[in-house]
């Protein structure tokens, strides 16, 4: 049996595991990025998480493969790059940071691997050509051609959640671009405009406000709520839509917290698409909700090791 170290690396915490070769997750725990209490270099909690996990690996007699870390970043030849949130790592190699440990080091964006994640041991398991997209604060997505991860020329590519879904009068997005699938249908997009149609309107606009709030006053037809939901699936169904326009595949794959709503989240999707997408692209496409939750990023950087 093969073992492998797998981390997640997020802007403000590491979530980190232990797993086999048929995705077990063995052991798991998370570990802050930004600690006043005790600031340390964020390659040296990595080289204590590692550390951590080999020493548990040796106690029972596990032979460690390799290590697998997702990032959320661009990563070319395992160069780590454009790391805004992390600045540490940006242009950092982390094998070389990890070379002590002589283990095999691979590196991803961490999106990617989500969705490495579900084609392996999730929602896409066994199948061949995957979309899959992560709604959060932000849009991410992985794209799987003919059993492969397929990240464009030198891995720069596939910034599925920078599809131009409006023109150049569209919302201003992170990226420096207007019109963006994330900058419209992230969940920082549906807060932004949920607050708009609240001032709009005269009411009171509560303190604090994420997703899940807006979901509840969407389920209790709050007028706003409803605009706001209305808005989201409509703009993110453009969005998939064009996607399989493109690659036909044989799933669209939703996953991040939003999305596990309740069924009604993925049937709005569902119905939406079906009216924007092209009948001959879509013939054998399905739309559903990824398995794995939080626990995509670290199966699939376990995946990733066995893969190679």
Not at 40 to 51: A, E, N, Q, T
Not at 60 to 88: H, Q
Not at 141 to 158: I, K, Q, S, V
Not at 212 to 220: C, F, N, P, S
Request: aromatic share 8%; glycine share 12%; net charge neutral.
């Amino acid at each position: 049996m093969k073992y492998a170290i797998a981390l997640d690396i997020g802007g403000t915490s590491i979530k980190y595991t232990l797993v086999n070769q048929n995705g077990d997750i063995l052991y798991e725990s998370s570990e802050t990025t930004q600690s006043k209490e005790n600031p340390r270099p964020l390659s040296d909690i990595i080289k204590s998480i590692v550390r951590k996990m080999t020493d548990y690996a040796r106690s029972r007699d596990w032979g460690i493969y390799g290590i697998g870390i997702g990032v959320p970043s661009v990563v070319d030849k395992g160069v780590v790059l454009f790391a805004n949130n992390l600045p540490e790592l940006d242009n950092q190699q982390l094998d070389l940071a990890l070379a002590e440990f002589n283990l095999p080091v691979f590196i991803d964006n961490d999106a990617n691997l989500m969705g490495l994640g579900e084609v392996i041991y999730g929602a896409a398991k066994g199948l061949s050509d995957i979309v899959f997209l992560t709604v959060g604060t932000g849009i991410g997505g992985a794209l799987f051609l003919n059993g492969r991860l397929y990240g464009g020329y030198r891995n720069r590519g596939t910034e599925l959640g920078h599809l131009i879904i409006q023109g150049l009068n569209g919302n201003q997005c992170t990226c420096g671009m207007s019109g963006c699938l994330e900058a419209h249908a992230s969940v920082s997009a549906l807060i932004a405009l949920y607050r708009q149609l609240l001032e709009k309107n005269g009411r009171e606009i509560p303190f604090r406000i994420d997703g899940k709030y807006i979901v509840e006053r969407y389920k209790a037809q709050e007028k706003e709520a409803v605009l706001a939901m209305e808005d989201h699936f409509r703009n993110l169904s453009l969005g998939v839509a064009s996607l399989i326009n493109i690659f036909a595949p044989q799933k669209v794959i939703i996953g991040g917290g939003i999305s596990e709503s309740g069924d009604f989240y993925i049937n709005n999707i569902r119905e939406q698409v079906w009216k924007f997408v092209m009948k001959e692209t879509s013939y054998f496409t399905t739309i559903e909700l990824a398995r794995l939750g939080n626990k995509a990023g670290c199966l699939g950087a376990a995946a990733l090791v066995f893969n190679h």
